[in-house]
C-alpha cells in the first residue's frame, strides 16, 4: 500500500471490563484484564460465545448505547475510552454482508478514507492498493451484490487496510475463504502490518493460519482471561496440560484434532434428486457456474467444493428449491417429491419444510422470531404441529446444540457461532430429508464443531442426504462425504 500518513500503532488495554446485552441475563464477558502495546500482534482465542466478537466491538467503540446493553470496567485505546478514538481502529466483522456499504466495489472500499478526510487523489491510490494486497482482481465497479461471500469477506478487509488504521481489529477474516485466498489474505495483513507497525488483534478459530504472524495469544472466557503470552507459552508442547485443558474447553490447539464420527453405518440409498446439465444464476443473465451434473442420494454426505466466486452457493440454494435453474434440469424423484411434483423451485414453502431444508451461509438472512425458542418453534408450527410436540422437538433441539441456555436470547445477540447452530437446529426443526447447508461449520470452536459434525453424521445413517457447501477439508473427512468440485470462474478471485 502506498502513500498517506500512516496512523501510529495503537495501545489498548482493558481494566475489569465486561459487557451484557440487554436482552440477556448473563455477562458476556466479565473481569477481563490484560494491556496490548503498540505494534504487538495478538491472536484471540476462546470459545464458541465466550465474547471474542464482542471484545473486537468494544475495542472499535461501536457497541452501543445503554439501549443495547450494560458494560463495566474501562476498555481504552491509547489511554481515552475506545469510544472516543473509533478512528484509530480498522474493524473487519465476522459477517461480510453487514460491513457492505455501498453499491459498486471501489466505492464500497472508499468510504472509510472518504470519513477520515483522505485527499481524493490518495484515496483512489489506497483503494487500489487494498484491493490488490487482499487479491480481489475484480473491476471497482462491480456491483457489491454480485460478489460471493468470501469476495465480500475480501471487500471488507480492503476497506480496512485503506484506511491504515493504527489498530486492526480483524474478527474471523479467512472464515469463508477457500485454502489460496487464506495465505493471500494473511499475507495482505503481515505486508501491512510489517510496513505500517500498526497493532493488531485477530479472533480466528484457524490458528495454524495466524501463528506464523502473531507474537502473543490471549485466551478468554466468560470470567475473564484464562491464558496469555507467547504462542508456544500458550498453545505449544511447553504449554503443558494446559494445552488438554483448552482443548477441552473448545480451543482449537494445535496437534489435538477433535473427535471424528466413524463411517457411514451402511451405503447410500435411494436417488432423491439429480441434475442433468444444469445451469445456476443468482442475477438474472449472469451465470456463474453451467454444465453441472450431479446426484444426491438418501444416506449420504455430497461437500460441494471449489474455490470463492465458483458459484458453490448458487448451486445450494438451486438444489435447494430456492432459485430456478438458468439452463439444464433439477429434478427430485418420487421417493423425495412425494406428490408435490418433480421441480423442487415450485414446491410451496410448506412443501419444502420436510423435504429441503436449507442453512443459509449468513446466519442473519434466515432468522425471523424475537427468541431463540421461537426461532426453532417456527418450522414446526408451519407444519402444524400442536403444542406438546412442538415443545418436544425444540427442547431436544436446544439441547443437542448447545443453545438451550440461551433459549429467550434474541437471535441477533448471539455469536456467529452460536447463530450458525441455531440456523442449523431450526432447520432439522421440521425434519426434512435432505439438508443443504452453506458452510456450516462457520463460526465453531473444536468442541461445538464435532458435536456438529457428529450430529450431522447422525442424521446421514439415519437416511437423510446432507449436501454440505464448505472450505473445511476437515469436515469433508469427518463426513466422508463425497466431493463435487466447482472449477474457478474466469474472474473469480
Not at 443495547?68 to 481515552?80: I, K
Not at 484434532?257 to 446439465?277: K, N, V
Not at 441455531?422 to 458435536?451: C, H, I, M, S, Y
Request: charged fraction near 25%.
Amino acid at each position: 500500500m502506498t502513500g498517506g500518513v500512516v496512523g501510529a500503532p495503537a495501545a489498548v488495554e482493558a481494566r475489569g471490563w465486561g459487557w451484557r446485552h440487554a436482552s440477556r441475563r448473563a455477562w458476556a464477558l466479565s473481569g477481563v484484564e490484560f494491556r496490548i502495546g503498540t505494534g504487538e500482534r495478538v491472536l484471540l482465542l476462546g470459545a464458541s460465545g465466550a465474547g471474542k466478537s464482542t471484545l473486537l466491538h468494544g475495542l472499535a467503540g461501536v457497541l452501543g448505547g445503554d439501549e443495547e446493553g450494560e458494560s463495566a470496567g474501562e476498555l481504552l485505546v491509547d489511554g481515552s475510552p475506545a469510544t472516543a478514538s473509533r478512528g484509530r481502529a480498522g474493524l473487519v466483522l465476522q459477517d461480510p454482508d453487514s460491513q457492505v456499504i455501498l453499491a459498486r466495489v471501489g466505492d464500497d472500499v472508499a468510504f472509510g478514507c472518504e470519513n477520515l478526510g483522505v485527499p481524493r487523489d490518495e484515496i483512489w491510490r489506497r483503494v487500489g492498493a487494498a484491493l490488490d494486497a487482499v487479491g480481489l482482481d475484480v473491476p471497482l465497479d462491480r456491483p457489491t451484490k454480485a460478489l460471493s461471500g468470501g469476495q465480500k469477506q475480501r471487500l471488507a478487509l480492503a476497506g480496512a487496510l485503506a484506511m491504515q488504521p493504527g489498530l486492526l481489529l480483524l474478527d474471523e477474516p479467512t472464515a469463508n475463504l477457500d485454502p489460496e485466498g487464506v495465505v493471500e489474505v494473511r499475507e495482505a495483513v503481515g505486508r501491512v502490518l510489517d510496513r505500517t507497525g500498526a497493532t493488531l488483534v485477530v479472533v480466528e478459530h484457524r490458528v495454524d493460519v495466524w501463528l506464523p504472524l502473531v507474537d502473543r495469544v490471549i485466551v478468554i472466557g466468560p470470567a475473564g482471561v484464562i491464558a496469555d503470552g507467547a504462542p508456544g507459552d500458550v498453545l505449544g508442547d511447553r504449554a503443558g496440560s494446559r494445552r488438554t485443558q483448552l482443548a477441552e474447553a473448545g480451543v482449537w490447539v494445535p496437534g489435538i484434532p477433535p473427535a471424528s464420527p466413524p463411517p457411514p453405518a451402511r451405503a447410500a440409498g435411494e436417488m432423491l434428486l439429480s441434475a442433468h446439465g444444469l445451469a445456476v444464476e443468482r442475477v438474472r443473465g449472469v451465470r456463474v457456474a453451467d454444465s453441472i451434473d450431479l446426484s444426491v442420494a438418501a444416506g449420504e454426505a455430497l461437500a460441494v467444493v471449489g474455490p470463492n466466486g465458483a458459484g458453490k452457493s448458487t448451486l445450494g440454494l438451486t438444489i435447494a428449491g430456492l432459485l430456478p435453474p438458468a439452463a439444464g434440469e433439477l429434478t427430485a424423484t418420487d421417493p423425495l417429491a412425494a406428490g408435490a411434483g418433480p421441480s423442487p423451485v415450485r414446491w410451496r414453502s410448506c412443501e419444502l419444510l420436510t423435504r429441503i431444508g436449507t442453512v443459509f451461509q449468513d446466519p442473519e438472512h434466515q432468522l425471523l422470531a424475537r427468541t431463540v425458542r421461537e426461532e426453532l418453534e417456527v418450522g414446526p408450527r408451519a407444519l402444524g404441529l400442536d403444542a406438546a410436540a412442538t415443545a418436544a422437538r425444540v427442547d431436544e433441539l436446544l439441547d443437542r446444540l448447545r443453545l438451550a441456555p440461551l433459549a429467550r436470547a434474541n437471535p441477533y445477540t448471539l455469536s456467529g457461532g452460536e447463530k450458525r447452530r441455531l440456523t442449523v437446529a431450526a432447520a432439522l426443526a421440521t425434519a426434512p430429508r435432505v439438508l443443504v447447508l452453506d458452510e456450516p461449520t462457520f463460526g465453531q470452536d473444536a468442541r461445538t464443531w464435532a458435536e456438529l459434525v457428529g450430529l450431522l453424521a447422525r442424521l446421514r445413517d439415519d437416511g437423510a442426504a446432507i449436501v454440505a457447501i464448505t472450505h473445511d477439508e476437515a469436515v469433508v473427512a469427518a463426513l466422508h462425504a463425497r466431493r463435487f468440485a466447482l472449477p474457478r470462474r474466469e474472474e473469480a478471485s
